[in-house]
């Protein structure tokens, strides 16, 4: 049997939702405005996930709307001149994020009912991956869009803090503004190193979720293959 926890921490990408982008429609959408014909899906994949990586690396530097959405700008502008696709400002920016998924695993909202049910106090710590979007500095909306805000009494972004995991600097901010204490706090995350050495390092126990059953974190508290069980381990019951 587990201790006992007053707060859950949770990582968001990968461990509630996975992320992906809707390239047929994007190549639909960009198409008409194509200077070298019709373009094709595979065409599309190497530029648009490269903009991506490049968002994942750089997007901690663009703190408010207008930087974000400038920077994210000239991320399409690069996609566009790669494909040779001339286009209005206004189709690149609707068609890229109206492209972008957000794919909850199924068993997350039915966990996030019975974890608010458990009346525990949930924080979801993340530094987000794979985004296409000004998914960082709009989180909150993001999360209100899945219908999830009834579930979390905060949020905390990375890009908004200003501090990525594993740097335990999010942690201990996430510390302060709950008013936890660290001994009580558990963080679920998928990443052996952002969310399982990013919490022990600051002496918060830390539950991987393995779900391709490859990932090995030794710090980690539990390792789970999915959210189902949770709610029972984190109630106490062995699972």
């Not at 019975?114 to 924080?123: C, F």
């Amino acid at each position: 049997m587990n201790k006992s926890y007053d707060t859950v921490f949770l990582d968001v990408d990968r461990t509630l939702l996975w992320i992906d982008v809707d390239l047929a429609g994007y190549v639909e959408g960009v198409s008409p405005y194509s200077a070298n014909g019709p373009l094709t899906v595979e065409q599309a994949a190497g530029p648009v996930g490269e903009a991506r990586r490049t968002h994942v690396q750089h997007n901690i530097n663009y703190r408010t709307h207008e930087e974000l959405e400038g920077f994210m700008y000239e991320s399409q502008l690069s996609i566009a001149r790669t494909l040779g696709v001339d286009a209005p400002p206004g189709v690149l920016t609707t068609v890229s994020k109206t492209r972008v998924r957000f794919n909850p695993y199924p068993e997350t909202a039915r966990v996030l009912e019975e974890l608010r049910e458990l009346g525990l106090k949930l924080y979801m710590v993340s530094n987000w991956l794979y985004v296409v979007s000004n998914w960082d500095i709009l989180l909150e909306e993001v999360i209100e869009g899945l219908g999830w805000t009834c579930y979390f009494d905060g949020v905390l972004a990375s890009r908004v803090v200003g501090i990525e995991k594993p740097d335990s600097g999010i942690f201990e901010e996430a510390l302060r503004v709950s008013g936890s204490r660290r001994e009580r706090v558990v963080h679920v995350g998928n990443d052996p190193v952002a969310d399982v050495k990013g919490a022990s390092s600051c002496g918060i126990d830390a539950v991987l979720v393995n779900r391709d059953g490859r990932a090995e974190a030794p710090e980690a508290v539990a390792v789970v293959p999915d959210l189902s069980g949770l709610p029972a381990w984190i109630g106490g019951r062995d699972v």
